[in-house]
């Protein structure tokens, strides 16, 4: 045996002991796909337009790259972000 198969099967012995699952193709079988049950959708307090009264500005939104978010009120007109 080459130096290769006694790595192999000793790596298979280990995975044999563990109980893990064989790499075997045949050996697999894929269960079964369930369907999804329809979402429901949630009951509408309030016109989706309508604001919350003690809301404050909404924010601009603006993501950088790292994925922090601009902490600007919307539309402002500073050609900067500032992200936190």
Avoid: I, W
Avoid at 4 to 32: H, K
Avoid at 59 to 81: D, F, I, P, W
């Amino acid at each position: 045996m080459s130096k290769m198969d006694e790595l192999r099967a000793l790596r298979e012995a280990a995975y044999a002991r563990r109980g893990a699952p064989t790499t075997n193709r045949v050996a697999r079988s894929n269960p079964p796909r369930v369907a999804n049950p329809p979402a429901t959708k949630p009951a509408a307090t309030q016109p989706a337009d309508a604001e919350a009264p003690d809301a404050g500005p909404t924010l601009c939104g603006h993501r950088n790259m790292s994925g922090r978010t601009c902490t600007r009120e919307q539309g402002h007109a500073a050609k900067t972000h500032r992200y936190s």
